[in-house]
């Protein structure tokens, strides 16, 4: 195809038309400080507070409990290690799980040096958290459970509701990595039981460095970035107006658009996994089967590597991602890919694609014809391939 | 992130296949790293490499310095193929991202095990020629450290 | 006046059209996640190092030294949260001023309660740092001094250069908040002896929600936010691909007017404060009346309190502020025109007016009119001056 | 932030002035904080405060609750001019901000200490008015925590 297709909507999404022209005015225009006294500032607040409060009804939240950051990664540190600090006193033990996204992970490893302990709960072959060594992990010391509500590389959703009965009976706060799922799936965090929540607007077609966490009323919680008043004293800096009111803007369509727009991805994801699965020898589907997001598919190519399928699908106009987007370039396979039990070099050829409403039935046509061309191709370069057939 | 030599080499690599009855073959890397690469070599009774075959299960950058380096020991002898460094493969393909520059040793490396092969099955020894390694990735450290 | 005179460009400045317009195909056409393999992505990558190019020559550093922040808070918590964490080993001393701004205080009071040391030297009535003071604070744990370019309340410049040559001969190593002077004032990290720079686009009419912290290569630091391997693994989350174009486009604009800028606030400002000091008795200045920003002003007037005076002015058009913009709606005076000196009642009524290269003479003579008549009314309001008059 | 009523009592301030020979002043607060407010009274052998002035030294909200303040006890006995509370006050003027509710008391506190003066100067004592207190933000507390 001439026209690029865009198949990686779980690394980013484009930013809404609408929501650029909703953040406009508020560069060149109104470009008060929201903390300054004069009213010119004062309709900036206003602004402010109107995109918080779209967040929190689409969470079922109360405004105050909606702060923001700069990113779905702040959100996850500032979740981490502010209640570490905040909580250090009833103990310095933390549940997580192994396919959680860096942000959480090496937040984690940091807080480890800083001589907190963590345990991994181990996933199973769907990419599900075993909920009894979830339980079976609780301490006296643990102070905090975060569990990720759906996975960015292989889309499986976490029994999020469980997790939030099991830390409230052990009486443990319980944070969520909601950065995929916000805006494609149902959340309720009073219903679920979340005590806390990240969310990054980049991934529901608002831009690329604005971020949230929502943190419920009572929780003690220190800041992690220090300094001015700003966000009720939690959250210092000058607040990113623009990105506010488009993140409200873009949450405000996502929430308007679900119903249909969750329908079609399924819809385009069914017709996919149907087609590769069918279609091509040596292939498996990594994630649940059913509860996973409407728009991701992760499959696994035996004897191929990811890199090299990744680039020559771009040479076809094909944007996609093996693993998550920020490890590509690095030599280890995905960690959510082995601790679903992948050996590493099926781990190795992995291809996710993650559709977005825009998407069409013809692109997803004319990908599987190229993948299925591309993974000929590739298999007939590989020496595994070669080994299989002589074997077999 | 790659040079226009690697993505012409990655996108019509040069003496991909096999090679019946080879003089050597050799296999290095492993699956685990991410990277396998085999080479077949033919070689005459002067020594000089008459034909060259590879297979890459590996990234772009894999495929491009086994393809690349299929080309340059071609037609060589044996001492001079001996002499062909990751250096010199990778300045013949203008660069590589320093991430992948591990490729380019690993396409050394399989001419080497190539080589060793036919010095084995020839019961003949190659001056400057060492046992190939069996994991060539295994002192290279994590490269990506992020706190 | 009909139209609003804004300033208040201290505490933020406009967006300039040019820089939105370069970043707008950012948003909705190249949106692609730069560290993605596909050519969509790599062209966002390739933007997003022209920016650090154009940042990196402007301090005379090295492209790789520049890392993005989304705030100039967080990059002041990163130099020193970072720093403290690394160079733990060496020693737990940190030293400060008394006068930094709030993203430097409130940070060194974190760390003061994860146990290190914190020193605040003082600055004498102009606001200069006493650098003997600062030298004889130096102990052999000491492993951070961090002092601000210039001051955001009062505009006074800091021997940077003399810190500089203190930090390095005592081998401490030296960060400076340059949030106020980046794009104001010449800087050149190398002649200066700065090791780490703290900067914030939205002061130099770039966006709000973008910083960068100045690294010299070599100085071990660890992350404050972890999690992917973005900013050469320094500094996690997706990038945020527009404002860091934008933030780029600033510096090369504020670069390439600065001798003009300079020259047309400096006449302005002293207009101004002839004007302000000949017509307004019982007023001061405060600040060094010629080691400041180019664009700063600051005044205090005896008898009245400064937001009483905002908002009468406020109501005239005029978009001023009382202190930093931060700390307005507290009751506590500046804390910086305590350092100076000021007793807390005229620290109180004091006014900060901080001008751009926008603003027009006439704008100046409406603003300095409005001041002496509100001033006016609001002494005669003033129980303070009714008993200075009495006991005159 | 703040409501239109507050907007309109601080740019258009009512009773702001003197009283010479008042039968009461009170002045309370402090420069330190920021806040001073003086209220002036002239009140008649029956009791009843014909005349009321003030001058306040503070922010928006400390001229406009002194200024409704002086409405609010104008033309009433001394008993009801005890009565006019701070929350009074806040409610005459359509709500304060949080960070400025302390104005309101202040305000209370004004009339009080002008009340007290009165008493005084008369030797009477006024049911239910205790001695002003010198510092009236002596017990709050800092209101931002930003760690
Ligand atoms: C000196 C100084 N440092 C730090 C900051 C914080 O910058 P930002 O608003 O980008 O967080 C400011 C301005 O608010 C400042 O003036
Ligand atoms: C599950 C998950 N958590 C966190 C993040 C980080 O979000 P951000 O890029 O806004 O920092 C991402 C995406 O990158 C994600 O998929």
């Known amino acids: ?392 | 992130m790659y040079t226009k030599k690697v993505m012409d080499h990655f996108s019509n690599p040069r003496n991909m296949g096999e090679i019946e009855n080879p003089s050597g073959v050799g296999t290095v890397g492993n699956a685990k790293c991410g990277d396998i690469m085999r080479m077949y070599l033919d070689i005459d009774d002067d020594g000089i490499i008459q034909d060259v075959k590879f297979k890459t299960f590996g990234c772009g950058a894999a495929i491009a310095t086994s393809s690349i380096a299929t080309e340059l020991v071609k037609g060589k002898t044996v001492q001079d193929a001996l002499k062909v460094t990751n250096k010199a493969v990778v300045d013949a393909l203008d660069g590589l991202p320093p991430v992948k520059v591990h490729c380019s040793l690993l396409a050394e490396e399989a001419i080497h095990a190539a080589l060793w092969d036919y010095a084995e099955k020839n019961g003949i020894k190659i001056e400057g020629l060492e046992k190939p390694k069996d994991d060539i990735h295994e002192e290279e450290e994590d490269v990506t450290e992020s706190y």
Request: glycine share 6%; charged share 25%.
């Open chain 1, 1 to 392: 195809m001439e026209k690029k297709i865009y198949l990686d909507n779980a690394a980013t999404t484009k930013t809404r038309p609408e929501v650029v022209e909703a953040m406009l005015p508020y560069f060149s225009d109104m470009y008060g400080n929201p903390s300054s006294v004069y009213e010119f500032a004062a309709q900036n607040k206003k602004a402010i507070d109107e995109a918080r409060l779209i967040i929190a009804n689409a969470l079922g939240a109360d405004n105050s409990e909606v702060y923001f950051t700069a990113s779905g990664t702040e959100a996850d540190n500032w979740a981490l290690i502010a209640t570490a600090e905040a909580y250090e006193a009833k103990g310095n033990h933390i549940i997580t799980s192994k396919v959680e996204h860096h942000g959480i992970l090496h937040t984690c490893e940091y807080l480890q040096k800083r001589g907190f302990e963590v345990t991994y709960i181990d996933v199973d072959e769907n990419g599900v958290i075993k909920l009894e060594q979830l339980e079976k992990a609780i301490r006296p010391s643990t102070i905090l459970i975060s569990i990720m509500f759906a996975n960015n590389e292989i889309g499986t959703i976490q029994p999020i509701k469980e997790i939030g009965e099991i830390a409230k009976k052990h009486k443990v706060l319980f944070h969520t990595d909601a950065v995929q799922a916000f805006g494609q799936l149902d959340i309720n965090v009073k219903d679920l039981g979340i005590d806390m929540l990240s969310a990054s607007a980049h991934k529901l077609n608002g831009p690329k460095g604005i971020g949230f966490l929502y943190i419920r009323k009572g929780i003690r919680i220190r800041s992690l970035i220090h300094g001015g008043a700003q966000e009720r004293g939690r959250r210092a800096g000058t607040e990113n107006v623009p990105y506010i009111v488009g993140f409200g803007k873009a949450v405000q369509l996502a929430m308007d658009t679900r119903d249909e727009r969750v329908k079609k991805e399924i819809e385009l994801r069914e017709h996919l996994i149907k087609r590769i699965l069918t279609e091509i020898p040596y292939t498996r589907l990594n994630g649940h089967r059913k509860n996973r997001l409407p728009n991701n598919t992760n499959f696994s190519f035996q004897f191929i590597e990811g890199e090299s399928l990744l680039i020559m699908l771009d040479m076809k106009n094909i944007c996609a991602s093996s693993g998550s987007a920020c490890t590509s370039g690095s030599l280890d396979p995905s960690h959510v890919l082995l601790a679903i039990g992948l050996p590493h070099e099926i781990a190795h050829g992995s291809l996710r694609l993650t559709l977005s409403h825009e998407n069409t039935m013809d692109e997803i046509d004319y990908t599987v014809d190229s993948i299925k061309e591309v993974v000929d191709k590739l298999r007939k370069m590989s020496p595994l391939y070669e080994d299989f057939v002589r074997r077999r």
